[in-house]
Every structure is written in C-alpha cells, then in structure tokens.
C-alpha cells in the first residue's frame, strides 16, 4: 500500500506570494493532520481534518488554511508568506481518531521564503 | 496545556549497547503516546503508539512503556546498531483527536 504522499516536495517563494500545498493520504485513511517543522518551535499542530470537516485547528494566524476533499486528499494554503513561514510541512494520515489509531507522515515539502 | 519534555537532548552511545529515552508530560489525561523517528529531513516514521490503557508495547528491539500517573513513558532500544542514528520523538494526543504535542525529540547516534 503506497504512503502518504506530499507535493511538491520543494518550494521557493518570495514575501508575499501565497503557497498550495497537497497532501494525499494512504488509501482508506480519512483523517489527515497538518503540522509545521521549523528548528525553534519545533513540530507544531496547524489543523486536522476529518471527513471533509476541520475537527481541530492549531494557534495560527488565519493566513494558514486548509480543505479536505471527498477523495480524503488535503491541500494548505498560506497566503502572504512570511519569512518566518519558512519550515517543513509535514501532513500525517490516520484511519480514523481512535486511541488505536497510529499517524502516519508523509515526507513533507520544504518552504523556503526569501 | 500540555507540555512534553525529552531528556537528554543528544546522545551519543556505541554500538551494542542497550539505551532508553525519556518522555514526560504534564497533564495524564492523554489518549495515546506515540513515538516516531526522523530521519534528517525527513519525515517521521511511526514506531510505537500506547494507549493510555496499556504500559507497554513492544515492536523488535523497541519496547515503549507508560506511566500515565506519572507522566512518562520512556523508549527502550535493545541491542543498538548505526542505522538507528536518528532523532526520536515522542507525541502525546490529548482526546478523541489526532491532534499531537511532540517533545523537542532526542538526537540519538550510534557510533560503529
């Protein structure tokens, strides 16, 4: 069974630009969680998603968002990128949101804003 | 609000060896534990996950315990080999959510 997959796995962008970035789960997985990497702050929960509804969103200003689509595929969107936005992305799948239920990562996409 | 905290920050051990990781939290009202590997940049690779029910779980040569009452659970690496040479996370969810607060993670190396 294939794993999580993210694209792109790269990005470069400049201040103010906005970014999209996709994230498909493993096949039958319906949950999918967002989080953000960055060396300071360390892992840090953006939003989860389930069935199409955002269950649960981290302390992020609201230029961070995200949707969920029928198929379970997730995309984020950051609009007006900061230079403190640069990170890794990661997003995790997970079957359901029982306490049985393990997470698992996709290799994430790397932000660099300049 | 649930704060987790991993000790020691860095390890370094020689092969062979036997070695454990710790994990505390402060608030005990957790619905699982989870522990996971990174490798550098990449992402995680799901280990163990403990319900707040079990103590244990047990997956080769790992072997994750929690004490819920206390607040900890450590990470029990048998028999260490280079290949392990990575940083070790663990993560706690709080409730019927797949929402995690990670620990500042443990950069463990396994010198040859």
């Known amino acids: 069974k294939a794993g999580v997959t993210q694209t792109p796995r790269y990005l470069i962008k400049t201040r103010g630009q906005q970014v999209t970035l996709s994230c498909s789960p493993i096949?039958?997985?319906?949950?999918v969680s967002w989080y953000q990497q960055t060396p300071g702050q360390g892992l840090q929960f953006l939003f989860e998603?389930?069935?199409?509804?955002?269950?649960n969103k981290g302390n992020f200003p609201g230029r961070f968002s995200g949707r969920q689509f029928s198929n379970s595929r997730s995309e984020m969107n950051v609009s007006t990128l900061e230079l403190g936005d640069s990170a890794l992305y990661l997003c995790?799948?997970?079957?359901?949101?029982?306490?049985?239920?393990?997470?698992?990562f996709g290799p994430g996409t790397r932000l660099t804003v300049l | 609000k649930q704060e987790v905290t991993q000790i020691p920050a860095a390890l370094s051990v020689p092969e062979g060896e036997n070695l454990v990781l710790n994990c505390s939290f402060t608030?005990?009202?957790?619905?699982?534990l989870q522990w996971f590997r990174q490798d550098p940049g990449k992402g995680l690779t799901s280990l163990l996950l403990?319900?707040?029910?079990?103590r244990e779980q047990t997956s080769g040569r790992l072997n994750a315990s929690l004490d819920k009452s206390s607040g900890r659970s450590t990470l029990y690496i048998a028999a260490s080999q280079p290949g392990d040479s990575a940083t070790y996370l663990c993560?706690?969810?709080?409730?019927?959510?797949?929402?995690?607060?990670f620990g500042t993670g443990t950069l463990l190396a396994v010198q040859p």
């Open positions: 995790a799948s997970s079957l359901g949101r029982g306490s049985t239920d393990t997470q698992y």
């Open positions: 096949s039958g997985h319906r949950s």
């Open positions: 998603y389930f069935s199409e509804t955002q269950r």
């Open positions: 608030d005990s009202a957790i619905y699982n």
């Open positions: 403990i319900q707040s029910s079990q």
């Open positions: 993560a706690v969810s709080g409730g019927a959510t797949n929402k995690l607060i």
